[in-house]
T-cell receptor, first 112, second 113 residues
Framework: GESVGLHLPTLSVQEGDNSIINCAYSNSASDYFIWYKQESGKGPQFIIDIRSNMDKRQGQRVTVLLNKTVKHLSLQIAATQPGDSAVYFCAESPNTGNQFYFGTGTSLTVIP | EPEVTQTPSHQVTQMGQEVILRCVPISNHLYFYWYRQILGQKVEFLVSFYNNEISEKSEIFDDQFSVERPDGSNFTLKIRSTKLEDSAMYFC???????????FGQGTRLTVV
């Protein structure tokens, strides 16, 4: 099946710094990507999405970059806050279906 | 803000028993999903459902599992003859359109003993 993986399982940043979370995917047919945030005991929460016809998308304090050449996705969080501490998953959806394949997750810890 | 709701939040069952996990998707959504997450692992796709039938399913979703939309609001996952390895968080999700943002519920923690 598809493989979606993350480079780093954990990331610690100082409050106020920028965070970058990376993700590699293997399915060239994937055309839609989402970053989800999951806090302890809760379901995944949508952060931002991007389609394969774009290479960058910005939201409030977050930016997603997509590099289709190397099948790499990243999430940038500006001015990281303690409330950003969570596990972040990238998820890909192939153009052949509507399910999502999740990566293994990166645990972000923000140090006050 | 509309949300996906799941009940119960925690279900404990004996091995071999059947369980039904319930979900109320967002009302104007047409696509429904079940995912599971074994403790400490990634979220895994189980099944997607549209127009009262399964549209896709993963290898995990074998004959032990079934889904149903018994009425206009509920979406259920039935697990027959539960095994210890079925212990996991089960998440329901829904989306308005395919390949668009899927909204997740808070999950049901299933513990098989």
């Amino acid at each position: 099946g598809e493989s979606v993986g993350l480079h780093l399982p954990t990331l610690s940043v100082q409050e106020g710094d920028n965070s970058i979370i990376n993700c590699a995917y293997s399915n060239s047919a994937s055309d839609y990507f989402i970053w989800y945030k999951q806090e302890s005991g809760k379901g995944p929460q949508f952060i931002i999405d991007i389609r394969s016809n774009m290479d960058k998308r910005q939201g409030q304090r977050v930016t997603v970059l997509l590099n289709k050449t190397v099948k790499h996705l990243s999430l940038q969080i500006a001015a990281t806050q303690p409330g950003d501490s969570a596990v972040y998953f990238c998820a890909e959806s192939p153009n052949t279906g509507n399910q999502f394949y999740f990566g293994t997750g990166t645990s972000l810890t923000v140090i006050p | 803000e509309p949300e996906v709701t799941q009940t119960p939040s925690h279900q404990v069952t004996q091995m071999g028993q059947e369980v039904i996990l319930r979900c109320v998707p967002i009302s104007n959504h047409l696509y429904f999903y079940w995912y599971r997450q074994i403790l400490g692992q990634k979220v895994e796709f189980l099944v997607s459902f549209y127009n009262n039938e399964i549209s896709e399913k993963s290898e995990i979703f074998d004959d032990q599992f079934s889904v149903e939309r018994p009425d206009g609001s509920n979406f259920t996952l039935k697990i027959r003859s539960t095994k210890l390895e079925d212990s996991a968080m089960y998440f329901c999700a829904s989306s308005e359109l395919p390949s668009t943002e899927a909204f997740f519920g808070q999950g049901t923690r299933l513990t098989v003993v």
